[in-house]
Structures are given as C-alpha cells and as structure tokens.
C-alpha cells in the first residue's frame, strides 16, 4: 500500500504548494497528476532494485520471460511518468498507464492466489488491492481527462 500513501501524501504536498502560490499545482487535478507521476516513478523504479525478484515471482507463469515482464513494466510506469508532466502527451500517458495497470492486475492477483511473499511481507489482500488499483485507474483518467 505503499504506492497509494505515496500518491496521497504528494498529491496533499502539491496542492499545498498550490495554495501558496505555485501556479503549476493550484487546481486538485493538476497536484493529483504531478502526484501520480511522483507514484509511477516510484514504482517503476523499484522495479530494477533488489525487489525485481519478487516482482518476477508475482508474473503469472503463463507469461514467458517474467525478467522481461517486469523490465519492461517499470521502464513503461518510468516513461508513463515522465509523459503525465508533459502536457502535449499526457493524455496518452495516461491511457498507457491505465491500460498498464489493467494489464498487471494478473500480477497482483497471482500473488494473493499463490501467496508470493513481496519484501517478506505476505500480498495485499485482493479486497485492498482491488480499490486501490480502482483509485489508480480514477486518477489517472481524471487527471488527464480522458
């Protein structure tokens, strides 16, 4: 749950920052979007750390090459990241993420069935998890209108 206390806390910080008079972050949509790029960056780079074993062990073993699964899934929340701070995209990258995160929901749901441990801790419990991949997908759609 992590990622969602990221996403919370940086999306609090930049409408403060908002508030005070940064013009960039002074509507919710826009703190709530740098916010979810602030999340992705997050995520996607933990993906090359020492938590890539266990992300490998959450690919479903139908997909082949779980190695490259997880490679390209933080390299595409990487880019999908940067893309939701560049206005002329961000609309894409927000679809891209949003299809992202449908897409390796399957991960997640592995996980919770073959009980693989993330960082020694047991997986999220789909009845947390499930919302919260929900408020992902809400954000990412309001925050860049689509």
């Known amino acids: 749950m992590t990622p969602f206390i990221v996403l919370v ?9 908002g508030a005070v008079g940064l013009e960039l972050l002074a509507a919710w949509q826009d703190a ?16 090359f750390t020492r938590m890539r074993t266990d992300y490998v062990r959450m690919v479903p073993r139908v997909f082949p090459y779980p190695g490259l699964v ?7 929340e990487i880019i999908g990241a940067i893309g939701l701070l560049v206005p002329s995209v ?12 449908v897409g390796l ?17 047991p997986p999220t419990p789909l009845w947390l998890r499930l919302p919260a991949q929900f408020a992902y997908v809400g954000v990412a759609l309001w925050t860049t209108q689509l």
């Open 32 to 47: 709530a979007r740098y916010a979810l790029a602030v999340m992705f960056l997050f995520t996607g780079t933990t993906h």
């Open 90 to 101: 961000a609309k894409w990258a927000g679809l891209g993420l949003v299809l992202l995160l």
């Open 105 to 121: 929901f399957s991960a997640n749901f592995n996980a919770v069935q073959n009980n693989v441990d993330f960082r020694g801790r």
């Open 9 to 17: 806390v940086s999306t609090l910080v930049f409408r403060g920052l």
């Open 70 to 76: 997880v490679d390209l899934s933080g390299a595409l």
